[in-house]
């Protein structure tokens, strides 16, 4: 078990910013491919973000390319979500999750393949 804790969501206007963290209790998250996701109500969960283990790698949905910058702390203890010139359809669900084999090398960014999950920090954007 990873158990992952997701901080930093809450309510911004639109053009604002929020840093999102991600962090595993009593461990790194150095071995992990990291991802975040989001979800509304009624809706699948979409990747927004990812990064590999060591880093060197990310990877961005198109809707937050620009805007959105994911990176790990050099302790490797958290994974942070920048996300600078927030829009309304920003508002969701966030969450992070990790694998321990995804490679963004050459693997698709699926939700199935990351093992383990936090419980998610709402992010609202008001226009």
């Known amino acids: 078990q990873v158990p992952l804790v997701e901080s930093g969501g809450g309510l911004v206007q639109a053009g604002g910013s929020l840093r999102l963290s991600c962090a595993a209790s009593?461990?790194?998250?150095?071995?992990?491919?990291v991802g975040w996701f989001r979800q509304a109500p009624g809706k699948e969960r979409e990747i927004v973000a990812a990064?590999?283990?060591?880093?060197?790698?990310?990877y961005y949905a198109d809707s937050v390319k620009g805007r959105f910058t994911i990176f790990r702390d050099n302790s490797k203890i958290s994974v942070y979500l920048q996300m600078n010139s927030l829009k309304p359809e920003d508002t969701d669900v966030y969450y992070c999750?990790?694998?321990?084999?995804?490679?963004?090398?050459?693997?698709?960014?699926?939700?199935?393949?990351?093992?383990?999950w936090g419980q998610g920090t709402q992010v609202t954007v008001s226009s």
């Open positions: 999750a990790v694998s321990p084999y995804l490679r963004l090398d050459t693997d698709a960014v699926d939700p199935q393949k990351f093992d383990y």
């Open positions: 009593g461990r790194t998250l150095s071995s992990y491919t």
């Open positions: 990064i590999s283990w060591g880093g060197g790698i990310t």
